[in-house]
């Protein structure tokens, strides 16, 4: 079935500094990106939608130039955290969905998360 | 809020009881998803109802969709200790906005099962 690698599983970053975490779609193409944001034992909030080539879409009350995500290929999307604070802690799930969908016909297949820790 | 509501928030029981999550959303959809996420992991898909279906059966689970209440039902049947997890809906809103097919999440019911 259709796998999405997400990576670093877990990062651990200073306060100040930016990370990217990077979702590639490993047999299928990507044509949409979703990148969720989950704390602690509530629901993953829709973040930011993106399409290959084209400008990331974000929900409201999302900073765009804090977040910024980039979907320069149909297999490949970013998200970096710009100048993360504590604030910025929480777990970051992408989805990808594809011209055909993803996993199974259902059409969205997740990564595996990245835990971020700002210190 | 783009969330939806789940209930119950948590819910404990023994192994082999029947365990029930419900789900409400807010807008018309093009079908609604149930997830399991394990503690701190990715979501793992579990299936899938549409819009004009009502009843839809895998295995142990059981879903059903009221589009007229705007709700959902997730039976898992004689659940085992490794159906421990947190459970999430979503629903695909049917609106000239999600063109691209955004999913929305319910709030979730994270499940005990007690050995």
């Known amino acids: 079935g259709a796998v999405v690698s997400q990576h670093p599983s877990r990062v651990i970053c200073k306060s100040g500094t930016s990370v990217k975490i990077e979702c590639r779609s490993l047999?299928?193409?990507?044509?949409?990106m979703f990148w969720y944001r989950q704390f602690p034992k509530k629901s993953l909030m829709l973040m930011a939608t993106?399409?290959?080539?084209?400008?990331?879409?974000?929900e409201q009350g999302v900073e765009k130039d804090k977040f910024l995500i980039n979907h320069a290929s149909l297999t490949l999307s970013t998200l970096t955290v710009t100048s993360a604070h504590p604030e910025d802690s929480s777990f970051y799930i992408c989805?990808?969905?594809?011209?055909?969908?993803?996993?199974?016909?259902?059409?969205?297949?997740f990564g595996s998360g990245t835990r971020l820790t700002v210190v | 809020s783009q969330q939806g509501e789940e209930d119950p928030q948590a819910l404990s029981i023994q192994e082999g009881e029947n365990a029930t999550m419900n789900c409400s959303y807010k807008t018309s959809i093009n079908n609604l998803q149930w997830y399991r996420q394990n503690s701190g992991r990715g979501l793992v898909h579990l299936i899938l109802?549409?819009?004009?279906?009502r009843e839809k059966h895998s295995g142990r689970l059981r879903v059903t969709l009221d589009t007229s209440k705007k709700s959902s039902s997730l039976l898992i049947t004689a659940s085992r200790a490794a159906d421990t997890a947190s459970y999430f809906c979503?629903?695909?809103?049917?609106?000239?906005?999600?063109?691209?097919?955004?999913?929305?999440f319910g709030q979730g019911t994270e499940l005990s099962v007690k050995p």
């Open positions: 047999d299928f193409q990507a044509t949409t």
């Open positions: 989805s990808a969905r594809g011209a055909t969908g993803g996993s199974e016909g259902y059409g969205y297949t």
């Open positions: 979503a629903t695909a809103p049917r609106t000239i906005y999600n063109q691209g097919g955004k999913l929305i």
């Open positions: 993106s399409n290959e080539g084209s400008k990331a879409t974000y």
């Open positions: 109802i549409r819009s004009n279906e």
